[in-house]
């Protein structure tokens, strides 16, 4: 999570959220489009997650629906 107080890249990006190839990979198998509706119910911790809504529009009626049967890891997803 970002603190506000740090600073920007030259991008003018602030915070990062760093993403192993187990949250990628699902993503680019499911060749997501910005117009498909999404349901990840293995959702925890929120990688897989935050990489499917980079591909979703939600003007062209692109959606991601999340959940966690465990809820230890459902916790994690609401940080």
Same mark, same amino acid.
């Given at each position: 999570?970002? /603190?506000?107080?740090?600073?920007?890249? &030259?991008?003018?990006?602030?915070?990062?959220?760093? !993403?192993?190839?187990? /949250?990628?990979?699902?993503?680019?198998? !499911?060749? $997501?489009?910005?117009?498909? &509706? $999404?349901?990840? !119910?293995?959702?925890?911790?929120?990688?897989?997650?935050?990489?499917?809504?980079?591909?979703?529009?939600?003007?062209?009626?692109?959606?991601?629906?999340?959940?966690?049967? /465990?809820?230890?890891? &459902?916790? &994690?997803?609401?940080?």
């Amino acid at each position: 999570p970002c /603190s506000g107080l740090a600073t920007r890249d &030259r991008h003018g990006i602030e915070c990062y959220y760093l !993403l192993d190839a187990a /949250s990628l990979l699902p993503v680019q198998a !499911l060749g $997501v489009a910005p117009s498909h &509706r $999404v349901l990840d !119910l293995c959702s925890a911790p929120g990688g897989k997650a935050i990489a499917i809504a980079q591909h979703l529009a939600p003007d062209q009626g692109g959606e991601l629906v999340c959940n966690e049967l /465990s809820q230890e890891r &459902r916790g &994690r997803l609401k940080q």
